[in-house]
């Protein structure tokens, strides 16, 4: 079956501008992540959600990061007035439900680059 | 608070030779711990996961890993490395429980490389 999609694979962007991620989780998992993975660095946690809503947003690093997940499946990063720090790869993982006896299953990520 | 650390950003073996990488955890509740492979331009791919159960865990790819409380250690090992093999690999850790439930920490990776 399908595995976790990203899209796009790839953005480049200007300092300032806003940017949206979009991660397709595997079809029934209910649970969703974000990590940032910077460059020489582990990913690190973002956000996750049980279902529609967000369970925990603790490692959004400021207010310029919002994420949604509206109809429980799809869930969308949101980045404001983005700056050179954030390029990064960004991944989504999803799993079955929450908890550690359920397999995350990461995404390829998305290269975001801000210039 | 959870972290881990991984001795070694790049360790490099020949063929055939023993795979050792090393993870060390730091948690104020009893872990659960994840090896996981990132091959290039592909997702995270889990290896294998302690969860409590057996010390010594066998994970996909003929790896394993050993989890050591006495030495807050989850090495992770290979007998005999393929070309195959050569990618980074990343420790996490985990809890079960209150408001990091499913939260994976992870560590700074360690690339490997196989020399033929």
């Known amino acids: 079956g399908a595995g976790v999609s990203q899209t796009p694979s790839n953005k480049v962007t200007e300092k300032g501008k806003y940017v949206e991620l979009r991660c397709d989780p595997i079809s029934g998992h209910t649970a969703l992540y974000w990590y940032r993975q910077s460059l020489g660095q582990g990913p690190e946690f973002l956000i996750y959600?049980?279902?529609?809503?967000?369970?925990?947003d603790s490692g959004l690093p400021n207010d310029r990061f919002f994420a949604v997940r509206p109809e429980g499946s799809v869930s969308t990063l949101k980045i404001q007035r983005t700056e050179r720090g954030d390029s990064a790869v960004y991944l989504c993982?999803?799993?079955?439900?929450?908890?550690?006896?359920?397999?995350?299953?990461f995404g390829p990520g998305t290269r975001l680059t801000v210039l | 608070a959870q972290s881990v650390t991984q001795l070694g950003s790049h360790v490099s073996v020949s063929e055939g030779a023993l795979v050792l990488l090393r993870c060390n955890y730091s948690s104020s509740v009893p872990p659960y711990l994840f090896w996981y492979v990132q091959y290039p331009n592909q997702g995270l791919q889990l290896l294998l996961k302690y969860t409590s159960a057996a010390t010594l865990v066998k994970g996909i790819n003929g790896f394993e890993a050993e989890f050591k409380k006495s030495e807050t250690s989850f090495h992770l090992t290979k007998p005999s490395a393929h070309m195959s093999d050569a990618a980074e690999y990343f420790c996490?850790?985990?809890?079960?429980?209150?408001?990091?439930?499913?939260?994976?920490?992870f560590g700074r990776g360690t690339q490997l490389t196989v020399w033929p």
């Open positions: 959600f049980q279902g529609t809503g967000a369970a925990d």
């Open positions: 996490a850790v985990s809890d079960d429980r209150g408001s990091t439930l499913g939260r994976l920490y």
């Open positions: 993982a999803s799993s079955l439900r929450l908890g550690v006896n359920n397999e995350q299953f």
